[in-house]
């Protein structure tokens, strides 16, 4: 790997051997003299947010009022509306629909309103025997059928297909997780010894049995118990997604199934399929095998339409005020259950609360007569506890135009500290900077070096990062645009998604310290002259 060098200050990078970005720590030169003086204006409207402020903000945000601002119920309207009026007090203009400061979003509330699956007259019971996402699933109320095809893996690649001339048109099929390997344990896709997509993205799977007709597919899981583990969560509860009451999707029809099932469904033709597997692991060769049971299923799904806001401050530049930058937190939460309250005081009742001091700051500015260059958006979105909803449908719905985007500066936790700095809070975990534009990163370690000295964090920046943050918060849906993107975080701690993450737990001075560093990197992006260079390559991930 590279080391990497900075003429401006003396960095020390701890680097990660295997990593593409930067994903080392970066310290400032404390020997150099930090300018403070407010005869720079940037360093006089820095000065501007302060932690005081802060807690007023987040005490009321994060309070049990609020019931924890679950999208779509009433907490979140409120801390909408909470944002919405702080805005107005700012005098900033009212850009959004009727003359607001809200861009409506849509979600559909998605769960099951029956789901059944018998084999041969024996019912099986979901989120035991079986399962199967509403939220990924076309609603169909009655299938009944005497015929099953197994089609090995489900694969159509160029090296190797099960599907062939095969038609499966209004069928349903039976698949196998992963992909063949021969008797020497190389892939017939990969042609080595690493597997390939196919086995890493199941519905690459899916998306070919829905332009084959595939009515149905049955996945034999290996382990269906810990996956059941892993995602009881997003089974049982609805799940939201954009829209307006109807939903389509890519994937065919589909359900997890346990081994026993697959034996059921099988039956008598289970030799074939030993026959088929032996021949497979020899040639590479996929043959269908016609299955006969009597499979009845119901997966009638419910949708219910729920209403949000994603909220929008702005600030019109000047010379440059066709180009924007955003500011974007997600001030949604995961609400209560029965009487506990999901407060979110760190996530994101942090960000939110930074985001609106940041927007102050630079209204104060407008109002002193030397406002921005560029355009600034203060974008708090919600639904990103859903999967990023908000800041998806902001990306695909832009108030102003995607190409005159210039970089996403985006603030989601920052007002904890983690175990890794617990005798140190003077840092922050830096997500994203490079990847898109190295401008973009430069820029935030210099202003790092003039006017905050705070350690710069690139853990998580690491390509082998096994918590994918950089595709886990709201910058992600600008990234996958092409538009430079810059996360903050201060990690997880103990109180992470839980009743416990409350104001009386926030470092309110931290959050002043790194909230003014924000407004210095935010006011350089938005007041120098060159539009930041992207010279970075859109990576395509989920959450």
């Given at each position: 790997?590279?080391?990497?060098?900075?003429?401006?200050?003396?960095?020390?990078?701890?680097?990660?051997?295997?990593?593409?970005?930067?994903?080392?720590?970066?310290?400032?030169?404390?020997?150099?003299?930090?300018?403070?003086?407010?005869?720079?204006i940037s360093v006089m409207l820095?000065?501007?947010?302060?932690?005081?402020?802060?807690?007023?903000?987040?005490?009321?945000?994060?309070?049990?009022?609020?019931?924890?601002?679950?999208?779509?119920?009433?907490?979140?309207?409120?801390?909408?509306?909470?944002?919405?009026?702080?805005?107005?007090?700012?005098?900033?203009?009212?850009?959004?629909?009727?003359?607001?400061?809200?861009?409506?979003?849509?979600?559909?509330?998605?769960?099951?309103?029956?789901?059944?699956?018998?084999?041969?007259?024996?019912?099986?019971?979901?989120?035991?025997?079986?399962?199967?996402?509403?939220?990924?699933?076309?609603?169909?109320?009655?299938?009944?059928?005497?015929?099953?095809?197994?089609?090995?893996?489900?694969?159509?690649?160029?090296?190797?297909?099960?599907?062939?001339?095969?038609?499966?048109?209004?069928?349903?099929?039976?698949?196998?997780?992963?992909?063949?390997?021969?008797?020497?344990?190389?892939?017939?896709?990969?042609?080595?010894?690493?597997?390939?997509?196919?086995?890493?993205?199941?519905?690459?799977?899916?998306?070919?049995?829905?332009?084959?007709?595939?009515?149905?597919?049955?996945?034999?899981?290996?382990?269906?118990?810990?996956?059941?583990?892993?995602?009881?969560?997003?089974?049982?509860?609805?799940?939201?997604?954009?829209?307006?009451?109807?939903?389509?999707?890519?994937?065919?029809?589909?359900?997890?199934?346990?081994?026993?099932?697959?034996?059921?469904?099988?039956?008598?033709?289970?030799?074939?399929?030993?026959?088929?597997?032996?021949?497979?692991?020899?040639?590479?060769?996929?043959?269908?095998?016609?299955?006969?049971?009597?499979?009845?299923?119901?997966?009638?799904?419910?949708?219910d339409v729920l209403r949000g806001?994603?909220?929008?401050?702005?600030?019109?530049?000047?010379?440059?005020?066709?180009?924007?930058?955003?500011?974007?937190?997600?001030?949604?939460?995961?609400?209560?259950?029965?009487?506990?309250?999901?407060?979110?005081?760190?996530?994101?009742?942090?960000?939110?609360?930074?985001?609106?001091?940041?927007?102050?700051?630079?209204?104060?500015?407008?109002?002193?007569?030397?406002?921005?260059?560029?355009?600034?958006?203060?974008?708090?979105?919600?639904?990103?506890?859903?999967?990023?909803?908000?800041?998806?449908?902001?990306?695909?719905?832009?108030?102003?135009?995607?190409?005159?985007?210039?970089?996403?500066?985006?603030?989601?936790?920052?007002?904890?500290?983690?175990?890794?700095?617990?005798?140190?809070?003077?840092?922050?975990?830096?997500?994203?900077?490079?990847?898109?534009?190295?401008?973009?990163?430069?820029?935030?370690?210099?202003?790092?070096?003039?006017?905050?000295?705070?350690?710069?964090?690139?853990?998580?920046?690491?390509?082998?990062?096994?918590?994918?943050?950089?595709?886990?918060?709201?910058?992600?849906?600008?990234?996958?645009?092409?538009?430079?993107?810059?996360?903050?975080?201060?990690?997880?701690?103990?109180?992470?998604?839980?009743?416990?993450?409350?104001?009386?737990?926030?470092?309110?001075?931290?959050?002043?310290?790194?909230?003014?560093?924000?407004?210095?990197?935010?006011?350089?992006?938005?007041?120098?002259?060159?539009?930041?260079?992207?010279?970075g390559v859109v990576e395509e991930?989920?959450?």
């Amino acid at each position: 790997m590279k080391s990497i060098i900075f003429s401006f200050t003396l960095l020390l990078f701890s680097l990660c051997l295997s990593a593409q970005y930067v994903s080392g720590v970066s310290v400032p030169d404390t020997s150099q003299a930090l300018i403070t003086d407010s005869s720079d204006i940037s360093v006089m409207l820095a000065n501007s947010i302060q932690a005081k402020d802060m807690r007023k903000h987040l005490s009321i945000l994060a309070s049990d009022e609020y019931e924890g601002r679950e999208t779509g119920e009433k907490g979140n309207d409120m801390a909408a509306a909470y944002i919405a009026n702080y805005f107005k007090s700012l005098d900033l203009p009212a850009i959004g629909e009727n003359n607001s400061y809200y861009q409506k979003v849509s979600f559909n509330k998605t769960g099951w309103k029956k789901n059944s699956f018998s084999i041969n007259g024996k019912e099986h019971k979901h989120l035991w025997d079986y399962l199967a996402f509403a939220a990924m699933n076309e609603s169909m109320p009655y299938l009944e059928t005497d015929e099953v095809v197994y089609m090995g893996y489900g694969i159509d690649d160029k090296n190797y297909s099960d599907y062939g001339s095969k038609d499966v048109r209004g069928k349903v099929i039976l698949i196998n997780e992963g992909e063949p390997y021969n008797q020497d344990s190389i892939s017939y896709v990969t042609g080595t010894s690493e597997y390939s997509e196919w086995t890493q993205d199941i519905y690459k799977k899916l998306r070919v049995a829905k332009t084959k007709g595939a009515k149905m597919v049955l996945i034999i899981s290996s382990n269906l118990k810990n996956f059941l583990g892993e995602n009881r969560r997003f089974l049982i509860n609805p799940r939201l997604q954009l829209g307006d009451g109807e939903y389509k999707t890519d994937f065919a029809n589909h359900a997890y199934i346990s081994t026993t099932m697959a034996k059921e469904i099988i039956g008598s033709q289970s030799k074939k399929i030993k026959r088929w597997r032996k021949k497979n692991k020899k040639r590479g060769k996929s043959k269908k095998v016609a299955l006969n049971p009597n499979l009845i299923l119901t997966f009638d799904k419910n949708i219910d339409v729920l209403r949000g806001n994603n909220i929008m401050g702005y600030v019109e530049g000047t010379d440059k005020k066709d180009e924007l930058i955003v500011v974007s937190a997600h001030y949604d939460h995961l609400g209560k259950t029965g009487n506990d309250i999901y407060n979110g005081a760190d996530d994101n009742g942090s960000g939110t609360t930074t985001v609106i001091e940041l927007a102050q700051a630079f209204a104060l500015a407008k109002d002193m007569g030397a406002g921005p260059r560029r355009s600034v958006l203060f974008l708090l979105v919600t639904g990103e506890e859903k999967g990023l909803l908000g800041s998806e449908y902001y990306s695909e719905n832009p108030v102003f135009p995607i190409e005159n985007t210039v970089a996403n500066v985006n603030i989601d936790m920052v007002g904890r500290v983690d175990e890794k700095y617990k005798d140190n809070p003077n840092y922050i975990y830096v997500i994203g900077s490079d990847r898109l534009s190295t401008d973009l990163h430069k820029i935030n370690e210099d202003m790092n070096q003039k006017y905050s000295q705070i350690t710069m964090d690139y853990q998580y920046n690491s390509e082998q990062d096994p918590n994918r943050y950089y595709y886990r918060s709201d910058h992600y849906n600008f990234a996958r645009k092409g538009i430079p993107a810059i996360f903050f975080f201060n990690g997880t701690h103990e109180d992470y998604h839980r009743i416990t993450d409350t104001v009386d737990k926030i470092n309110f001075e931290k959050m002043e310290k790194v909230g003014r560093h924000f407004f210095h990197t935010a006011w350089e992006l938005a007041n120098r002259e060159d539009r930041i260079v992207v010279d970075g390559v859109v990576e395509e991930g989920g959450r």
